[in-house]
């Protein structure tokens, strides 16, 4: 079996935390304690942070209705929260940032349609344009006669995520772009 991942390279995800926010020193995880892709990238994700020099706190969210008192708590212990690719979360990411927005922390979302839209002010995240490429560059070797076993799958690089930051977020959530931005062709408005 072979094939292109999309799976997101969490250390990419903190140096683009610790870039974004400098001075931020723990980072927030919300998570579906239900959902196993959730609770899997918990311990990832913690590992992720202390490499990055951040610390860790995380929150389980079993319900949608549940999102504002959770993110409210979290809130009280992260100065930046990273929004996974959550199937119970993403779809409430406009109540998260809210609940985000009012608490004074800012959101990295690991989707950049909420960015460009803006609903939160940044995202890393796997590019899936360069992820159809690589599969496509995967079936033609294929196709040339490479047998599926001999191709180990791909795995996104660093190269192979890319930041959005939307100038409406930044301002709905109080934040100034950072200098380390300023040229990243990556700004939406």
Not at 11 to 22: N, Q, S, Y
Not at 54 to 65: H, I, P, Q, R
Not at 163 to 172: D, F
């Amino acid at each position: 079996i072979t094939g292109s991942s999309d799976r997101m390279d969490m250390d990419v995800v903190m140096d683009f935390v610790r870039a974004f926010l400098p001075a931020a020193e723990i980072l927030g995880l919300p998570y579906n304690p239900g959902e196993a892709n959730d609770v899997a990238l918990l311990d990832i994700a913690e590992d992720a942070a202390g490499r990055a020099g951040l610390g860790f706190a995380s929150v389980g969210v079993d319900a949608v209705n549940d999102i504002q008192q959770r993110i409210t708590a979290l809130s009280a212990e992260a100065e930046v929260i990273y929004l996974p690719t959550s199937n119970l979360l993403q779809p409430a990411v406009n109540a998260v940032a809210a609940a985000a927005r009012q608490a004074g922390v800012a959101v990295v979302n690991s989707n950049d349609l909420p960015v460009r839209e803006g609903i939160v002010p940044a995202s890393i995240a796997v590019s899936y344009e360069l992820v159809g490429f690589n599969a496509g560059e995967i079936a033609l070797r294929i196709i040339d006669g490479t047998a599926p076993a001999d191709i180990p799958p791909h795995r996104p690089a660093a190269a192979d995520h890319l930041p959005v930051i939307s100038e409406r977020g930044l301002a709905a959530f109080g934040l100034d772009l950072p200098a380390a931005f300023a040229d990243c062709g990556c700004l939406v408005d």
